[in-house]
């Protein structure tokens, strides 16, 4: 099979937009797959790289949450077939890596090194522009119509889930349930608080909703996202742009909440919700920092046997986690369709990210249906 033409959002340089052009892309190699991306969210863990908060290498098609058709595959690739529809995964595990043998496919050590130089497993992008290599985030490169991932990249889906809904189910939605469900593991009538109500948190919410939680309490500055978090099962809500959601928090839940989660990664609100988890309590930092951020905390708390970890990618195991999700879609108790507020051709790739910076959306996706 020869390299195909395909269109992509490239990204170069920090603070600029992206650059939707033409692209060659290499036939897959052993153990990969081509692709044909059926639609791709819009993440702020893109924007943050638009944005210059966090470094990626460059020129780089951007795009990690995304799902497509199986086109081609090359050799040695057994667990999916052209035709086969599939959720893409940005970390796809290698099984062999000391994380892996221990469940932990998350946090495999060769799917994260290629995920920070924006290459496939072998360290080479598949993207090309008149010979010089173009990087994909994640293995993956989602804001293209076609692309090359690992096997290990591909979960395979039932035909009748809307592609467009189940590319939620690449970063957002996993990331979300998957940090109450996997990482947390919050108890029925717990009571539990999410701070910053964008996409990831109202998946926390939900997450929350379907681990049985008792009070749920949602913090945002945004009254539309607060709406929104209701809608995903918030029992309460507090502006934290009209009142200090610390103190808030600890009134609607007396002596603070047994779970508490940061979905936007900022020292300032990480240390909030560590305030807002009550004695005993756990609090899962789920945003993305920009770089060198550090976060202060009293020692003296640690002493209440306070505790506070991070949750990468929901604590995911793709293979297992995207079809029970389905399922859980399929049979009404996943809200997915609520989460799509805009619907944007890849040409309006930059519209889409303003209107995710003004705070507008709870997702966006980018359709090529």
Not at 97 to 117: E, F, H, I, K, Q
Not at 133 to 153: D, H, L, N, S
Not at 159 to 171: I, K, S, T, Y
């Amino acid at each position: 099979m020869e390299e195909v033409q395909v269109k992509a959002a490239v990204f170069y340089r920090p603070h600029e937009p992206l650059a939707v052009e033409e692209l060659e892309l290499e036939a897959p190699r052993q153990g990969e797959v081509l692709v044909r991306v059926a639609a791709c969210g819009v993440c702020h863990s893109d924007l943050h790289f638009i944005e210059g908060l966090v470094p990626i290498a460059s020129p780089s098609v951007l795009g990690h949450e995304a799902a497509g058709v199986v086109e081609a595959v090359g050799p040695g690739v057994e667990s999916v077939r052209p035709g086969d529809h599939v959720v893409l995964s940005f970390i796809p595990a290698c099984g062999r890596c000391p994380y892996c043998a221990v469940g932990r496919p998350n946090l495999c050590t060769v799917a994260n090194r290629a995920m920070s130089r924006g290459t496939m497993l072998d360290g080479t992008p598949r993207f090309s522009r008149q010979g010089s290599p173009v990087y994909q985030m994640g293995a993956i490169g989602g804001f293209a119509t076609r692309t090359v991932v690992p096997e290990a990249g591909c979960v395979k889906i039932r035909e009748d889930m809307p592609l467009d809904r189940a590319a939620l189910l690449g970063c957002g939605v996993m990331t979300g349930v998957g940090a109450v469900i996997n990482t947390a593991r919050v108890q029925a009538g717990s009571d539990v608080a999410v701070v910053g109500c964008g996409g990831v948190g109202l998946n926390v919410v939900q997450g929350a909703a379907l681990a049985g939680a008792g009070r749920i309490i949602a913090v945002d500055i945004l009254p539309h996202k607060l709406e929104l978090a209701r809608q995903f099962g918030a029992t309460h809500t507090v502006d934290a742009s009209r009142e200090d959601p610390v103190a808030a928090v600890r009134q609607i839940a007396a002596g603070g909440v047994d779970y508490a989660f940061e979905v936007i990664g900022r020292p300032e609100t990480i240390r909030q919700a560590f305030d807002m988890t009550r004695r005993g309590g756990l609090t899962v930092v789920v945003g993305v920092a920009p770089a060198g951020a550090e976060v202060s905390l009293p020692a003296g708390a640690f002493l209440t046997e306070k505790t506070i970890t991070g949750s990468a990618y929901g604590g995911a195991r793709m293979s297992v986690d995207v079809p029970r999700l389905v399922e859980l879609y399929l049979a009404g108790r996943l809200k997915l369709d609520e989460l799509i507020s805009r619907r944007y051709p890849l040409e309006g790739i930059n519209d889409a990210f303003e209107a995710l910076r003004r705070g507008e959306v709870a997702r966006s996706i980018v359709s090529f249906l």
